[in-house]
């Protein structure tokens, strides 16, 4: 299986409620919600799909009402206008590095095969893993082990890329590894997992694009239109749950001499909704994801 898509039912549960609306999956990977979504829709229904990963474009679906949309997220607003839709009903992302991304071993994604330091969402642009590991400053390397790998020793670590990139260039995820062998056996899991999260996602500008998504879906959503974001990290979650909340990544919005302030989205349930043991026992990737779904005020 290419993708086995998280919190499924409960996800297009949440953000389908009008099946004449036009709808947006912003992650169509292997298809699995795009299908669902399409299967809650009348023939007026549409709905328009997103994946820059050209790996996934070979999974699109024979249906009139489905589009295909071979760009990242991040140019969701414009994409949108060039089919002439300025509204929407709802807005689906299931972030993150789908299944298919972590087997292909050559995609570097996985910390369990040696493959070459890529990590590219986008195969198409410049800036790659490897690029990142041999050419950043040592600063610019601790400064993104510490905020997206959330790394305590990010200037330890940065330092000992430095100091063997300087002996050897660093092509393959092995060769990354290799230079922190010194990490206990039973620590390497849970520090390599955080190690190319943090390369990753530079890699791919993630936190960025989902910001600039979460602004934009605002934009075009209809009043009472849903936001339903799934997410695998605390960074991730951490911008879906603030931005839902008071419209704002950071700081704390305006207030009215009452204390009160705008809201752009009433949350549907105050906690993070999580898949449940069945689903986790079934599908261990969906151990870590947390869904937060907006409505539009």
Excluded: W
């Excluded at 590894?177 to 530079?202: C, D, L, T």
Aim: charged share 30%; net charge neutral; with cysteine.
């Amino acid at each position: 299986m290419y993708h086995n898509p998280v919190l499924l039912n409960k996800s297009v549960d949440y953000l389908v409620t009008n099946p004449d609306g036009i709808y947006v999956d912003c992650t169509f990977g292997g298809g699995g919600h795009s299908r669902e979504i399409l299967s809650r829709l009348s023939e007026k229904g549409r709905l328009y799909s997103f994946d820059q990963d050209t790996d996934a474009i070979a999974n699109s679906l024979d249906d009139p009402r489905f589009t295909l949309i071979n760009q990242n997220f991040r140019f969701l607003e414009n994409s949108m206008m060039a089919y002439g839709i300025t509204e929407v009903d709802g807005v689906l992302a299931d972030l993150g590095v789908s299944s298919h991304q972590f087997d292909a071993a050559e995609r570097g994604f996985s910390i369990r095969s040696n493959a070459p330091l890529d990590m590219r969402m986008n195969v198409k642009q410049g800036l790659s893993a490897k690029k990142i590991i041999n050419e950043y400053e040592e600063e610019q390397l601790a400064d993104l082990f510490y905020y997206y790998g959330e790394l305590r020793d990010a200037r330890k670590l940065a330092r000992e890329i430095v100091h063997h990139r300087k002996q050897k260039y660093i092509k393959t995820t092995d060769d990354l590894k290799a230079i922190f062998s010194y990490i206990p056996q039973f620590k390497q899991n849970k520090f390599f997992a955080q190690v190319f999260q943090a390369i990753r996602i530079e890699v791919n500008e993630e936190l960025e694009a989902l910001k600039e998504l979460l602004v934009q879906a605002h934009r075009i959503l209809k009043p009472n239109g849903r936001m339903v974001m799934i997410s695998y990290h605390s960074l991730e979650d951490r911008l879906v749950k603030r931005y839902l909340k008071n419209g704002m990544f950071e700081g704390e919005p305006a207030r009215d001499i009452y204390g009160n302030f705008k809201k752009s989205f009433e949350l549907l349930q105050s906690k993070a909704i999580i898949p449940d043991s069945t689903e986790i026992e079934e599908n261990s990737r969906a151990r870590s994801a947390k869904m937060r779904v907006g409505i539009k005020i």
